[in-house]
T-cell receptor, first 111, second 115 residues
């Protein structure tokens, strides 16, 4: 069964304490792995797309990496404004509009 | 460029009623997808439209339907509302025709509460 699993469900960090979020997937014929950030009361905001194992992308304090079975979102020296739920997703069913989402990791960064 | 716009932001309906939600995609985007988000199930795919045609449908009952207009704007309808339909309904648009890799861009959703 195609699925996307994220861990941990919740993560509490001190400001400046680096960590990683995990996304494992069992989607056949992967056509991209997407990372989104979602703030309370808002829709998911696109962060990264990764297509092939070994690929890495960076944006400010975030770096996403991809292997054949999982993706990591590394957060370096996080700040309180990085607090949000981070979602990963993979396309399913032959079109890019149909994404299977993980349940997300809720990140809290305390000053 | 304006983002994806969803209206209304909040809705309260009674069991058995029906509801229509509206979505205006980013200008130039022809693909529109709808998702339901609940605390228990997370984000679940409802359907996708491209050029006024439904291209994909998720595993939801027939009470959930949608359509897309020639200007790419989309609506979704839920008939005979049930308590379990209470959720955040998200619309997303992308510029892709077929699996081309452009990401989905989401609106801020319509929060539906069924009492």
């Amino acid at each position: 069964e195609d699925q996307v699993t994220q861990s941990p469900e919740a993560l509490r960090l001190q400001e400046g304490e680096s960590s990683s979020l995990n996304c494992s997937y069992t989607v056949s014929g992967l056509r991209g792995l997407f990372w989104y950030r979602q703030d309370p009361g808002k829709g998911p905001e696109f962060l990264f797309t990764l297509y092939s194992a070994g690929e890495e992308k960076e944006k400010e304090r975030l770096k996403a990496t991809l292997t054949k079975k999982e993706s990591f979102l590394h957060i370096t020296a996080p700040k309180p404004e990085d607090s949000a739920t981070y979602l990963c997703a993979a396309p399913y069913g032959g079109s890019q509009g149909n994404l299977i989402f993980g349940k997300g990791t809720k990140l809290s960064v305390k000053p | 460029k304006a983002g994806v716009t969803q209206t209304p932001r909040y809705l309260i309906k009674t069991r058995g009623q029906q509801v229509t939600l509206s979505c205006s995609p980013i200008s130039g985007h022809r693909s529109v997808s709808w998702y339901q988000q609940t605390p228990g199930q997370g984000l679940q795919f409802l359907f996708e439209y491209f050029s006024e045609t439904q291209r994909n449908k998720g595993n939801f009952p027939g009470r959930f339907s949608g359509r897309q207009f020639s200007n790419s704007r989309s609506e979704m309808n839920v008939s005979t509302l049930e308590l379990g339909d209470s959720a955040l309904y998200l619309c997303a648009s992308s510029s892709d025709g077929q699996g081309g890799g452009s990401p989905l861009h989401f609106g801020n959703g319509t929060r539906l509460t069924v009492t």
